[in-house]
């Protein structure tokens, strides 16, 4: 069964940093697309990174130079190293595997991160 | 970006109505859409790939259909565990695009 375990949110002043953690358990998170995709509260859905593979990472404009996707294979976890954080980052941030390649089939319960002062 | 207009942000109806939901496409991305469903507190969960693609478990009152840049999602007779929000998602280019979402309450 495909589980995927966020952990690392939490209240940080804008600024700051945070690494989030996604422990799966399942499969094989270095055979997949893994991305981070965001919720603010009570807003939309919005991807924020993925990455595939050896070396395939893309990530959306607005946490280009800001956030970093990782994944550490022999724990079979994915990150999500965020810097500069700002007011607007504040959302439920969530673990997502591919299905079929395209699309988000997986998710995990989130983690909430809180910006403020 | 490929924006993913949903219409309408919300829809009120009776169990045992039959509700759609349409998510334009700011250009043609063939079929490579999804309908994710998503209930409060809890994370989206993915109904329809492929623009018509019934996921396994996923109830048959449920279906979708459409491609190029028009798109529906259809609930034929609407259940009491069918009250929540529906996201519409391309993912022929990116960044992958969501729609602003569809709620749908009890009327």
């Known amino acids: 069964e495909v589980q995927l375990v966020e952990s690392g949110g939490g209240l940080v002043q804008p600024g700051g940093s945070l690494r989030l953690s996604c422990a799966a358990s399942?499969?094989?998170?270095?055979?997949?697309?893994m991305s981070w995709v965001r919720q603010p509260p009570g807003k939309g859905l919005e991807w924020l990174s993925v990455?595939?593979?050896?070396?395939?990472?893309d990530s959306a404009d607005p946490v280009k130079g800001r956030f970093t996707i990782s994944r550490d294979d022999s724990k079979n976890t994915l990150y999500l190293q965020m810097s500069g954080l700002r007011a607007e980052d504040t959302a439920v941030y969530y673990c997502?595997?591919?299905?079929?390649?395209?699309?988000?089939?997986?998710w995990g319960q989130g983690t909430l991160v809180t910006v403020s002062s | 970006d490929v924006q993913m207009t949903q219409s309408p942000s919300s829809v009120s109806a009776y169990v045992g109505d039959r509700v759609t939901i349409t998510c334009r496409a700011g250009?043609?991305?063939?079929?490579?859409l999804a309908w994710y469903q998503q209930k409060p507190g809890k994370a989206p969960k993915l109904l329809i790939s492929?623009?018509?693609s019934l996921q396994s478990g996923v109830p048959s009152r449920f279906s979708g259909s459409g491609s190029g840049t028009d798109f529906t999602l259809t609930i034929s007779s609407l259940q009491p565990e069918d009250f929540a929000t529906y996201y519409c998602?391309?993912?022929?280019?990116?960044?992958?695009?969501f729609g602003g979402g569809t709620k749908v309450e009890i009327k």
């Open positions: 998602h391309q993912a022929k280019s990116s960044p992958p695009t």
């Open positions: 990455i595939y593979g050896g070396s395939y990472i």
């Open positions: 250009r043609g991305i063939s079929t490579y």
């Open positions: 492929g623009a018509s």
């Open positions: 997502v595997r591919d299905f079929n390649d395209y699309y988000f089939g997986y």
């Open positions: 399942g499969f094989t998170v270095s055979g997949s697309y």
